[in-house]
């Protein structure tokens, strides 16, 4: 059974950064296209980003420019990196397939607030 766990949560001002990983037991990441996606309260939850097993990243329009999403194979992880923030940002973010096909971790939140 896939278990994914979200990690990185915090509470930051705007055009600041942060980095979100995603663990994942019973898995071989790298073979697997994955993305990040985030839901903000009172929305669905959205893909943002998104990277094939060779390595072709993805993002919506919203983050492009300011979110890299990146995998570390050696440590079967997959993580996001968050720069110049806004506070529309806040939401909590989750890892998954880039089609969301496996049950959803806990999220870990991020708060962008002045």
């Known amino acids: 059974q896939v278990q994914l766990q979200e990690s990185g949560p915090g509470l930051v001002k705007p055009s600041q950064t942060l980095s979100l990983s995603c663990a994942a037991s019973?898995?071989?990441?790298?073979?697997?296209?994955m993305g990040w996606y985030r839901q903000a309260p009172g929305k669905q939850r959205d893909l943002v980003a998104s990277?094939?097993?060779?390595?072709?990243?993805n993002y919506v329009d919203s983050v492009k420019g300011r979110f890299t999403i990146s995998r570390d194979n050696a440590k079967n992880m997959v993580s996001l990196q968050m720069n110049s923030l806004k506070p529309e940002d806040t939401a909590v973010y989750y890892c998954?397939?880039?089609?969301?096909?496996?049950?959803w971790g806990q999220g870990t939140q991020v708060t962008v607030s002045s």
């Open positions: 998954n397939t880039n089609l969301g096909i496996w049950s």
């Open positions: 019973g898995v071989i990441l790298r073979i697997i296209n």
């Open positions: 990277i094939t097993s060779g390595g072709t990243t």
